[in-house]
């Protein structure tokens, strides 16, 4: 590989920074037949645990394994869609005998799958080709039953079964399957804590069903490891301290360091050192190349919602939001306008919210808007 700081999905163990302890722990723990919710906010590595975890001996060689991002559902319908294309996509490589068995329970949809020249399965089904979802769903769980392997089930995004308003018993149904599928093994993997919480509180369906994992930050000593041994293997060298002010500047989160890493990685030549005043430069470098999405999106906002994204960028981290002090520091409206643009930036995720502490999901649209040419847009 030519950079080792891996910027989209899970490269191998050369290339997964730490997270010793949590994968001895979650591997342990499936292995042994505990259903997990594994939460943390988003872009910390929730994902790529999930995958480093699958590729343990321990679960590679005894497990069929399924990653089922639920992130972009929204019905009970997409979901089904999405379940049964993950499946089919991890067993079709594994021979004929092992996907006949998934398409075999498939009865509601098996005349929709379609086969390549070489016979080879393809989902290609549309929503609309998924009649009753329901029916669909209960097959997809016979064959998790009747599997010839233990199966472990990721689900990732899980807290978006909470949106699905056609199917309002869906945790209720999902438990059920789940509680008799002795066969499988699941993760419900979720990066909004609020809701999260919510599935597993007593008055719910999922209450003590599963084992919580909450997620941490890697610690900056670990990263700090990681990136050196990772320079020193390409020649290079890394000076004390670039780590620390990313790791800071970043807050901990894991996507925008190993992005700034990347980018610092590739403008260092071998045989030649990176230092702590080249972190502005590729950071800027960053912020350039997606200005001009950023500033689309922006403009997509509606203009009461913008804002508030802008205030909260402003802040960095902002409290007591529909508060008199912030209103009038930021010249918003109402507080019933706030309120309102607050929930439809959750919505559409554009900010995150940690207790009473809103901040902009992408950092670095965060620092794009404090730029002093953005604010006016």
Known sequence: MDNPFVTKGYAGAEYFCDRVEETKQLVELTVNGNNMALISPRRVGKTDLIHHCFHQPEIQEHFYTFHIDIYATNSLRDFVNVFGRAILEELRPKGRAVWE??????????????FDINSIPTWSLGLGDIENPAVTLDEIFQYL?????????AIDEFQQ?????DAPNVEATLRTYIQRCINATFIFAGSKRHLMGEIFTPSRPFYQSVLIMNLKPIPVEKY??????QFAKYGKTLEEGVVTNIYKRFDAVTSCIQRVLNVLFLKTPPNTHCTLDMVDAAVTYILDMFSETYADLLDKIPEKQREVFIAIAREGKAQSITSKNFIKKHHLQTVSVVTAAVRGLLDKDFITQEKSTYMVYDPFFALWLNRDDNHSK
């Open 161 to 165: 079964i909470t949106r699905y308003s």
């Open 224 to 229: 700090e490891e990681f990136a050196q041994k």
């Open 101 to 114: 068995g998934f398409l075999n329970v498939l009865r509601s949809i098996r005349s929709e799958i379609t």
């Open 145 to 153: 039953r009747e599997a010839d392997k233990p199966c472990l089930v």
